[in-house]
């Protein structure tokens, strides 16, 4: 399961150089095992926070931040070919929460 993950989330411009990837990769091994991460803030960044000994806000801003990442360096044509229009109009990306539980379908469903 861990190689499906890493391969897709590189797949779609996740690096594991940000720090937001292990976070990323974290929540869906969680999802995708069957306990609930949602809602993020409430649920999966609080199991995060315990692990990693940060706080909610810096684990949410680093997911961010890691996938900003990815749309800026990624490959815009497997971005908009797998996200299409579930991307934010307003921001260009997906949210957090959009992004995780979009990569979870994909392990699951492969």
């Avoid at 409430?42 to 806000?57: A, M, T």
Wanted: with cysteine; glycine share 8%.
């Amino acid at each position: 399961m861990d190689q499906k993950i890493y391969s897709y989330m590189l797949s779609i411009g996740l690096r594991p150089k940000c720090s937001g990837y292990k976070y990323i990769f974290d929540l869906v091994k969680i999802q995708t095992r069957g306990t609930e991460i949602l809602p993020l803030k409430l649920n999966g960044y609080v199991v995060l926070s315990k692990k990693y000994g940060k706080s909610v806000c810096a684990i949410d801003k680093n997911i961010q931040n890691c996938i900003s990442k990815a749309w800026l360096d990624g490959d815009v044509e497997t971005l908009y070919r797998e996200f299409g229009n579930t991307i934010d109009i307003d921001k260009g990306k997906p949210t957090s929460k959009q992004l995780i539980m979009h990569i979870c379908d994909r392990i699951l469903s492969s």
